[in-house]
C-alpha cells in the first residue's frame, strides 16, 4: 500500500517557513506521516538543517519559487504566479503525488488553487469550510467559516449534507443534530436567505433541529451548525477576540488562571489545526494565519486521518445519496 502525502505549503502563515517546516518535521517524526514541504527549496533546506534527524524522515521538498501574499488577490497572483507554494502543492494531489493539500496561508488563493487543481464533487455547487468548535458537550462543526461570502439557500442546504458527514468522520456523530444559525429559535427569524434555508434543510434527508439561536452557538445542541462564509466568519473572530480578552484579564489573577488554561486549551486552535474545505473532488486544507509549530503538526496529522479515513469518498457517498 502506498505511502500517504501530505503536500504542505511551506510559505504560508505569518511564521512560515520557520514554524511550517517545524511542525511537518514533528508530525513525519511522531507519526511516521510522508511530507512533502512545498516552496523555495533553499529556505526549506536552511530551516531543516536546524534539526540533525530531519535526514532521516520521511520528508522532501519540492522547488516551488514563488509565493501568495497575504496582501495579493488570490485570482490575480495565481495567474501570475505559476510557481506558487499553494498552486504546487494543489498540483501535487491533482496528479496523485500526495493525498492532501495544506496551507496556513491566504485562504483564498488556497481556495481558489485546490478548487482549480481538484475541481468539485458532482454534486457539489460551492465547497465549504468546516471548522471545529467547542461545545460544553464536546465539538460541533461549523459550516461554512469563510469560503463563501454571499450563498443561495440551496447552498446552506449542501453545506448541511456535507457537515453531517464530515461530523460522523471527525466526531464519531451517527445521527448528527444540524442546525440554522439565526437570531432566533423561530421558522421565522432570520433573512430571506435564513428562512428559505430553514425550509430546503427540513425537506433534507437530515436530522434538522431548526433553528439555533447565536447565543446557542456552543451549548452542544448542534452537531452542525450551518450558516454563511461571512456569518461563520465572523462567528469565529468573535469568539477568538473574547478568548484574547479574557485570556488578558485571568492572567493577571493567578488563582483563576489554571482553570482558563484549562478553557483555553480545549478552544485552542492549534488542537486541530486545520479545517478542510469540503466538496473538492480531493483533500485539501486550510489552517490559521498565525499557525504555530504544535498547529502546523496538527493540521498534517488530521489531513493524514481524514485520507486514512476516506473523507471526500464518504462526502461524495452521503451527498450522492442525498
Avoid: W
Avoid at 533546506?45 to 522547488?63: I, N, Q, Y
Amino acid at each position: 500500500m502506498k505511502a500517504v502525502t501530505i503536500a504542505v505549503d511551506a510559505m504560508g502563515g505569518d511564521l512560515a517557513p520557520g514554524a511550517v517546516v517545524a511542525g511537518a518535521l514533528l508530525a513525519a517524526r511522531e507519526h511516521g506521516i510522508h511530507v512533502a514541504l512545498v516552496g523555495p527549496a533553499d529556505r526549506i533546506r536552511a530551516e531543516l538543517a536546524h534539526d540533525s534527524g530531519a535526514a532521516a524522515l520521511p520528508v522532501t521538498v519540492v522547488d516551488a519559487p514563488e509565493a501568495v501574499g497575504m496582501e495579493e488577490r488570490p485570482l490575480a497572483a495565481l495567474r501570475r504566479k505559476p510557481g506558487a507554494s499553494v498552486r504546487v502543492a494543489a498540483e501535487m494531489v491533482a496528479r496523485g503525488d500526495a493525498q492532501a493539500v495544506f496551507s496556513a496561508g491566504h485562504t483564498g488563493a488556497t481556495f481558489l488553487a485546490a478548487h482549480t487543481a481538484l475541481g468539485v464533487l458532482p454534486a457539489v455547487d460551492r465547497p465549504a469550510i468546516a471548522v471545529l468548535i467547542p461545545t460544553r458537550s464536546g465539538s460541533a462543526v461549523l459550516v461554512d467559516a469563510g469560503a463563501n461570502l454571499v450563498c443561495r439557500p440551496e447552498h446552506l442546504v449542501q453545506f448541511g449534507r456535507m457537515g453531517a458527514a464530515y461530523a460522523r468522520v471527525a466526531l464519531g456523530r451517527t445521527h448528527p443534530a444540524v442546525g440554522l444559525l439565526s437570531i432566533g429559535e423561530e421558522p421565522g427569524k432570520g433573512t430571506d436567505l435564513v428562512r428559505e434555508a430553514h425550509a430546503g434543510l427540513a425537506k433534507a434527508p437530515l436530522n434538522f433541529i431548526g433553528n439555533l439561536d447565536a447565543r446557542e452557538l456552543f451549548s452542544g445542541r448542534a452537531d452542525v451548525i450551518v450558516c454563511d462564509g461571512f456569518t461563520g466568519n465572523v462567528a469565529l473572530k468573535v469568539g477568538e477576540g473574547l478568548v484574547d480578552m479574557l485570556a488578558e484579564l485571568f492572567g493577571r489573577d493567578p488563582a483563576s488562571r489554571e482553570a482558563f488554561d484549562r478553557l483555553r486549551h480545549r478552544i485552542d486552535y492549534a488542537e486541530h489545526g486545520a479545517a478542510p474545505l469540503l466538496g473538492l473532488a480531493g483533500l485539501a486544507l486550510v489552517g490559521h494565519g498565525r499557525s504555530s509549530a504544535r498547529a502546523i503538526h496538527s493540521a498534517v496529522a488530521l489531513a493524514a486521518r481524514l485520507v486514512s479515513e476516506h473523507l471526500v469518498e464518504k462526502l461524495s457517498d452521503a451527498l450522492g445519496a442525498a
